[in-house]
Structures are given as C-alpha cells and as structure tokens.
C-alpha cells in the first residue's frame, strides 16, 4: 500500500470546514466539509493549512490537530512539500498560489474555477500543463446513487419531455451545480436562453454573483427550465424530469430523490397519467459523496481512474454559465461549441 498522500488546505472557512458545525448538515452528510473527509480518509495525510485568518489557523490548530498553519504558501514551501492540495479560496488567487507548490500532483477545487471563464480556462490549462489532476467539487457526481441513476435514467423514465429546475445563492454558486447536475444526468447542453437580465443578490457568497431566468436545450432533445428562487424564503437546488415512462422528482438539494410510474388516467377513460400520488423514494445516497470524490481522485492517482468530476468537465458547466450571461445581455439564444 502506498504512503498516504502529503495534504494541505488553502483556505480553511466555511466550505473547508466550518460548515460541518450545523447540526443538520452533520445529519444529512457524514462528511460535509473538506476538513471532515480529510480527518478520516487513510489515503491523504492532512498535515498543513494555509489562511489569512488567525482565527481559522487557531481552529485548524486546535480542532483538528493540524501541525503546519501559516498564513501564506511562501511560508509553506519552506517548510512542507505537498503532493495534494485542497483550494477553496477565490478563484482569481489561486495560479499564484500553486506557483509556490513544485511537488503537487493533484487539486481538488472548488467551484466556480473562475468567475470569467478565460480565468477558468487558465486554470485548468495551467494545471495541464504542469501534469496536475483536477478534481471539482461539483460533489453530486461522487453520490453513489446519483451516479446509479445517471447510468440507468432514461430506462426507467424513458427519453425526457421536459425538466424543471430551481437554484438559488446566485448563478456561479448554486446555478453552476444544478448545471452540472443536469449534464450528469440528462447529458450535454446544446444551446442556452436567458429570460431577464442579470438580477444582482444583496449578499452573495461570491462577490458580482447574480441570479437569471434561463432554458437549457439538451443534446438528448429535452428542455429544462431553470428558475432562481430567494432564498430568503427558503432553499432548493431542485430537479423535476418528465420522461416518456414516468416522473423523476429530486427536491431538499438532492437529499429526497422520488420516482412516479404511469397509470391509467383517473379522470378520463382510456388515457394515462403520471402517478404523482404513488411514487417511490429514491435512495440518492448523497451522504458520503464528498469522501466518495476523494476516494475518485487516490484510485486516480493509484491506478488511473477516470475521474468523475474532472476539470474539463467543470469547464463545460462553467461554459454553460457563461453562455447564460451572455444571452442575458444580447437577449439572444447562446450555442455552445
């Protein structure tokens, strides 16, 4: 068995670990946080942390026993030498952080890769040619359930006919992931039609982050109508496809998965309809699917596993992003390439 892999974080606030403090998402996710993948996973040695915040460096200290925290990857490089590393701060300081790195053979990002996608192609395009993995936290496509049902969808509900989707907390943080979402499921994107122009948040999680009304034409045939929610009332990341032989349903971020068969109309004789009164939960089993995206990248690294959510994968979702911003301003119908 090999040495465990040499692991540092660079940026240690919520995503990396201080969502894992809600009881609910601790509930709902076994290993919610970056932090609480790398505390148990025998393939990753997390032994350093990297943040501004004297506060989050204390914390990385003291809760997870971390022995290398400094403020800046200058400082770093002295003193450690990475094989992996864990990116979670903005995407326009992160090639500069990696410059200091010599000996990293892999990344694990989170999304966006960038808020302009040229910024998002550098990335990736750097990290090819320094020999990098790229893995992307997009952390559905490590949901062992998820996965089954992107294998298996189109025969138990037939082609789609149409598909709804709602996100919230902005276009780059929740509309990339229910983006991505739909391409993992129901296949490439096509062409795209913003409906309004950009509506910008009060306090986004991404600074410029906005929310758009926009249609996402498939390669498969299928339309999906992605709406924005506030969610100031309340949240969702949700999906709702229509297929040919029933009704897929996936609500609650993709924690209640439900599937609805046909059968015979209620209300008129000899026609047929979706059972929405009859339907079958589906086990998405989303809880390990951030451990299960680490346990992607070692097998990678270890026996050249194909990776399942790659950075050039995340560039086709953030390309859709961008065609949604740029139908917005000419208030044209946007082809992808």
């Given amino acids: 068995m090999s040495a465990p892999l040499r692991t540092v974080v660079i940026g240690f606030g919520g995503i990396a670990a201080g ?9 709902a996710f076994a290993y919610p946080t970056h932090a609480s993948v ?20 204390e914390q990385a200290s003291e809760n997870w026993q971390i022995p290398i925290c400094v403020r800046d990857v200058e400082e770093l490089a002295s003193r450690y030498d990475p094989e992996i590393a864990v990116i979670t701060i903005p995407s326009d300081l992160r090639l500069a952080e990696l410059n200091h790195l010599k000996s990293l053979r892999a990344v694990i990002a989170e999304k966006p890769l ?57 276009l780059f943080n929740n509309g990339s992931h229910i983006i991505d979402f739909v391409r993992m499921l129901l296949g490439e994107v096509i062409s795209v039609q913003a409906y309004g122009p950009p509506c910008a948040l009060d306090n986004p999680a991404l600074k410029g982050d906005v929310h758009i ?23 969702e990341v949700g999906l709702d496809i229509w297929g040919e032989r029933g009704r897929l349903t996936l609500f609650q971020e993709t924690l209640l998965g439900r599937h609805y068969p046909i059968a015979e109309n209620r209300g008129l004789t000899g026609e047929r309809e979706i059972a929405t009164d009859a339907g079958a939960a589906v086990d998405t089993r989303v809880s390990n699917a951030l451990y299960d995206l680490y346990d992607n990248l070692a097998a ?6 194909d990776l399942w959510s790659s950075g050039s994968s995340a560039l086709q979702s953030e390309a859709v992003v961008d065609a949604v911003l740029r139908s917005a301003e000419c208030r044209q119908s ?3 390439h």
């Fill in 19 to 27: 969502l894992g403090e809600d009881p609910l998402m601790a509930q």
């Fill in 38 to 57: 790398l505390a148990k996973h025998p393939a990753f040695s997390w032994e350093a942390v990297v943040d501004l915040s004297d506060k989050a460096l």
């Fill in 114 to 170: 960038g808020m302009k996608l040229m910024h998002a192609e550098q990335f990736v395009q750097t990290c090819e040619q320094r020999n990098l993995v790229v893995q992307v936290n997009y952390w559905r496509r490590g949901a062992v359930g998820l996965r089954d049902l992107a294998a298996s969808l189109f025969s138990h509900t037939g082609r789609p006919q149409a598909a709804f989707a709602t996100y919230g907390g902005g």
């Fill in 213 to 235: 009304p926009f249609l996402l034409c498939l390669e498969c045939g299928a339309n999906v109508f992605v709406a924005p929610l506030e969610y100031e009332n309340y949240r």
């Fill in 300 to 305: 990678n690294l270890s026996i050249g596993a």
């Fill in 334 to 336: 946007v082809a992808l």
